[in-house]
Each structure stands twice: as structure tokens, then as C-alpha cells.
């Protein structure tokens, strides 16, 4: 069992997810809990610290989320960011104010004297901040580190309670020693170890899996991604022949998909596969279904009915394991705090109440470079390793238009031309995500002297970290006009390329 663990209570802040990877980065495992939670919960838990993360409330606002202040008397170290450091100071006493400034962007931060959050940091550095409130008295017993030009409390200190708070975001890239300061509050102020390494969480979710399932056969959810894929090897190194991988051959796939799959898992790692085809019957569930939520809970309804049938013919079958990785946890508003519902994932919010099994999702806790990182270690193949993202759903939620056999193949064809060309230029492994988007929109072109209406494809293509958040991709214009010229000619149905320039948020990375 993992010992020393930090806990982030979730105010809201667009960058919480950000403080739990700043945190595992340095070694440490994190996780994020709803503001509401009990102390009792957090000594239960093991935590040997606590991060109060930012919000977008006013800690004097009707309704702002308020935690318990008992958490603050149970001797664990407190970090407050943001909005955490605010609620630090209301729940101690001090007083907190809507500053006459917002201050939003790069700031210089220089410290006031000696700290252990900043030790051997310089007395002056960059720092991020985005709020419109002000510390204007601070609590009995504490003492300003820092400030910046706006802000005369950017950071404060009671040393002797190791209750700390900074105003900016050391979270973000943006600030400089970001990392730094997150070091001196685990290692030097709570006193953690850097334990957190994914060969100690492979060897404690093996002993995990093989202690739940028992004797039970397990059913793998297979979709051919990286996350599937990670979590089948994990699950057979585990319970080898206990689990059974099934791959549903949805019609919703990209071009070569089920051929790839196959290969891998039944000829190059000797993993029991069993391939489902049931193209019509999702399709004839989706005919019409246009609301991109009923898409991915027809879908996850449709997945449980194949695997219930499946599970039926193999016997003994107790779990239905998943690749569900925390960011499908979180956008689908199933973590343990009020988030609000981005999208509902199918195998996470779009899978029924009653499914006949126990889910098994040992990823769950995982960001999608961790995950990628484990099955390195596991021996993943290179050609499941680093393909880029694709949505269980499939191709349902890249086409926006009617979902019909003949719109799907458009769709595949242009997304096939997009990856060929991606690959062939060098670019493929330099983005996160690639991939193409049937619009339901209808333009004139021109074609052979003559005039056209034919379909519109958005291409897509991202970078990112872990999924959470993601900046569009500025790609040479010549490789753009490559692609548009190959899907307009090759694809005889599409008649306009357009290209995303939507970064992560407002959007997200999927359509729908």
C-alpha cells in the first residue's frame, strides 16, 4: 500500500487536475476529493498533507463552497492556492476582500523573508495569477512570506502549524518554480517520500486484481486504444487465463482497425481474443439519434448487451473491466466531488445501472501519459503504444452528420487520408491527437468544370499533456493543402476541409 499521500480538496479550479500531476510528477501519488469530505475520511484515507486548490466563488459569496474547518486542527500540513488560500484565512479569522485590481497573468513574485515553502528559491521570481479577491488582514498567527505589486499577501505562513497559502498558481507552467515550491511543501514541510513509482503501482494493482476477481473469469473491454490495451496486458500478467478480451467490431471504427488488433493480441502476445461482430446492431440503435449524450448511452447500453451475451457463453464471468483513466472519470463528472458534467463517457456515464457485472478499472486513477508510460514497462508494441486517442464511442461522435453506413465511410476515408498524410510528414508522433469530423453542413465546390454540393470535414488536430487540457496544432500550410487536396479528391462525397482552431477549454478535444 502506497503510505505517503497528498490530498487535494477540488474548490472548482480549472487547474485542480494540474496540482495532482505537479504532485505525482515529484513522486508523491495524489488524489482529489470533494471539499466536503469529512476529516475522519481524509485520516482514513492516509493522508500525510492537504492542497486546497483555487475556485472560481468569493469565500463571502452566497453559497461558496466552504470545507470543514476541523480539517485545518487534525496536525496535517495545508497548502492553500488561489481560493484555498482565502478560505485558509476566512476559516482562521483574517479577512478577505474584492480587490480594486484584478490581477490575472504573469506577476513578479518576491519573497518576505525566510520560508520553508520557498527555501532555496531566489527572492524574486514569475508566478501566474488569476483572482479578484484580496487577503487585506491575515489570521492570528500568521505572517506574510511574499508579495506581489497588486497583491501585498501573495503568500503567507504559520510555520509552527505548517499552514501555508499562495495567491498565484504554482500548478501552471507558467509559473517558474512551480515545481520547486510544490517540493518543499511535500519534502520538506510534510515530509513524504518520493514512493510513488508505476512499478509500485503495478506490483499493488496486481495483488489488488488477483485478491477482487479470485476465481472469476474477467471480461476485457477491447478497444484497441492505448488505455484498453494497457489494461488488458495488466489484467493478463494478473489472472492470465481468468480473462477473456473481447473486441466488439461496433461499425464504428477507423480504417484497419480490427485487422490491427487481431494481429497484436491473438499473434504477437498469445492474449485469448474474442472478436464480436455487431455493426447492425448499433447502428440500427443510433438511426436518427443525433444528441451527442443519447449517442454515447445508446452506445455503452449496446456494449453491456454484447458482453452480457458474450459473458453467457464463456461462464463464471464476475467483472467487466474497463481502460477508464481518470480524465473520462472527471469529464464525466463521476469523481468524488460536485464536478459538472462535460461529457458523459460510454464507459464511464453512458453505461446503465444495472449491468450484470462488477467493473473492474484498474486505470481508473491514472493520466493518460502515465498509462503510456505503463505499458511501456508492460511491453506494449509500438503500433498500439503511441496511437493517438480514439473515443469508444468511435466514429458515432466524430460524425455530427447522420450516422449511416455511407456517411461512416466518408468519414473513415477522410480520417484514413488525414493519418496517412500525418504519418507520412513526420507529424504524427509530434501531436497528441489528429483526426477528422463530418459536419452536417452541405457546400458548393467544383469539380471537374462542374458544380458540386457535397459534404464538409473539420479536421482536428491537438497537443496536449494528459487530455485535460489542449492548445490546436499550427501545422505547416503545405501539409494542410496536401490533406485537403487528397480528402476532396478521394473522397468524392466531400466537397469543403475546414481546420479546428479551438484550443482546450472552451472546447474540448472530441466534437461530441
Request: proline share 5%.
Amino acid at each position: 500500500m502506497i503510505k505517503d499521500r497528498i490530498a487535494i480538496l477540488d474548490f472548482g479550479s480549472q487547474y485542480t487536475q494540474l496540482i495532482a500531476r505537479r504532485i505525482r510528477e515529484l513522486g508523491v501519488y495524489s488524489e482529489i476529493f470533494s471539499y466536503k469530505i469529512a476529516p475522519e475520511e481524509l485520516l482514513r484515507w492516509g493522508a500525510r498533507g492537504v492542497v486546497l486548490s483555487g475556485g472560481p466563488e468569493s469565500v463571502f459569496g452566497v453559497g461558496s463552497p466552504v470545507m470543514d474547518s476541523r480539517i485545518l486542527d487534525l496536525g496535517l500540513p495545508v497548502l492553500g492556492i488561489c481560493y484555498g488560500l482565502h478560505l485558509l484565512v476566512h476559516l482562521r479569522g483574517g479577512r478577505v476582500r474584492p480587490s480594486g485590481r484584478r490581477e490575472y497573468g504573469y506577476g513578479e513574485f518576491i519573497q518576505d523573508g525566510e520560508s520553508l515553502l520557498f527555501s532555496g528559491l531566489p527572492s524574486q521570481f514569475g508566478v501566474w495569477n488569476s483572482h479578484g479577491d484580496r487577503v487585506e488582514e491575515l489570521p492570528a498567527g500568521f505572517r506574510r512570506i511574499g508579495f506581489t505589486k497588486d497583491e501585498p499577501n501573495a503568500a503567507i505562513a504559520w510555520e509552527q502549524e505548517r499552514l501555508y497559502g499562495v495567491q498565484f498558481h504554482p500548478e501552471v507552467s507558467h509559473t517558474e518554480l512551480g515545481k520547486e515550491i510544490f517540493a518543499n511543501f511535500l519534502f520538506r514541510i510534510c515530509g513524504v517520500r518520493p514512493t510513488w513509482t508505476l512499478a509500485n503501482f503495478v506490483e499493488e494493482t496486481l495483488e489488488t486484481i488477483r485478491r477482487e476477481v479470485g476465481t472469476k473469469k474477467v471480461l476485457m473491454a477491447l478497444s484497441g486504444g492505448v488505455d484498453s490495451s494497457v489494461c488488458a496486458l495488466l489484467l493478463h500478467r494478473a489472472i492470465g487465463s481468468q480473462l477473456c478480451c473481447v473486441f466488439v467490431d461496433t461499425g464504428l471504427l477507423r480504417k484497419g482497425e480490427k485487422e490491427l488488433v487481431e494481429r497484436v493480441f491473438s499473434q504477437d502476445l498469445g492474449i485469448r481474443l474474442r472478436v464480436v461482430d455487431a455493426g447492425a446492431r448499433f447502428l440500427r440503435r443510433l438511426r436518427g439519434v443525433a444528441d451527442p449524450e443519447k449517442k454515447r448511452k445508446i452506445i455503452g447500453r449496446t456494449f453491456i448487451s454484447v458482453f452480457r451475451e458474450v459473458a453467457r457463453e464463456v461462464g463464471n464471468v464476475g467483472f467487466l473491466a474497463q481502460g477508464t483513466l481518470y480524465p473520462d472519470v472527471i469529464e464525466s463528472g463521476k469523481v468524488p466531488h460536485p464536478a459538472h458534467v462535460i461529457k458523459s463517457h460510454h464507459n464511464v456515464g453512458g453505461l446503465p445501472q444495472k449491468m450484470g457485472f462488477r467493473l473492474l478499472e484498474p486505470l481508473r486513477n491514472l493520466f493518460k501519459d502515465e498509462v503510456r508510460q505503463l505499458g511501456k514497462e508492460l511491453g506494449l508494441p509500438p503500433s498500439l503504444l503511441y496511437r493517438h486517442p480514439f473515443p469508444g464511442p468511435g466514429l458515432a461522435v466524430r460524425c455530427l452528420a447522420p450516422v449511416t453506413p455511407s456517411n461512416l465511410e466518408t468519414l473513415r476515408q477522410a480520417d484514413a487520408v488525414l493519418l496517412e498524410e500525418m504519418e507520412r510528414s513526420g507529424w504524427m508522433e509530434r501531436v497528441w491527437q489528429a483526426f477528422a469530423v463530418l459536419l452536417p453542413v452541405r457546400a458548393v465546390g467544383v469539380m471537374g468544370d462542374q458544380r458540386s454540393y457535397g459534404l464538409t470535414v473539420a479536421i482536428r488536430v491537438v497537443q496536449s499533456q494528459d487530455g485535460m487540457t489542449a492548445d490546436w496544432v499550427d501545422l505547416p500550410k503545405e501539409l494542410l493543402n496536401r490533406i485537403a487536396q487528397r480528402i476532396v479528391a478521394e473522397v468524392p462525397e466531400i466537397s469543403r476541409v475546414t481546420y479546428d482552431i479551438t484550443s482546450k477549454p472552451p472546447g474540448t478535444i472530441e466534437w461530441q
